[in-house]
């Protein structure tokens, strides 16, 4: 069984940057691909960005140029960097690992 378990979320101004954390407790850490997913109040829950097995990064268009997905396959974590943030980037932020969600982190951007 898969645990995921996010940190790094929390109130910040707009411009600011945070690093948003999730370790995956799995035995099958290198073998998948993995990401990060928000939701908005009111808003359905939506790709943030992705990063395959080998290393290939997807990002939603609404972050390109201000997030950056990185994994550390021997610690067993998936970071999500995000520069000038912006008040619609707040949500509740999910990491997601074969199928399963974690508990999800609160990031809050205040304008």
């Known amino acids: 069984q ?3 378990v996010e940190s790094g979320g929390g109130l910040v101004q707009v411009g600011e940057s945070l690093t948003l954390s999730c370790k995956i407790y799995t035995n099958f850490f290198g073998v998948s691909a993995m990401g990060w997913y928000r939701q908005a109040p ?3 829950r939506e790709l943030v960005a992705s990063i395959s097995t080998f290393g290939e990064v997807n990002y939603a268009r609404s972050v390109l140029g201000r997030a950056t997905i990185s994994k550390d396959n021997a610690k067993k974590s998936l970071d ?3 520069t000038n943030l912006k008040p619609e980037d707040t949500g509740v932020y999910y990491c997601t690992f074969r199928g399963e969600w974690g508990q999800g982190t609160q ?3 205040l304008s």
């Open 2 to 4: 898969v645990q995921l």
């Open 42 to 44: 009111g808003k359905e």
């Open 80 to 82: 999500l960097q995000m």
């Open 107 to 109: 990031v809050t951007v």
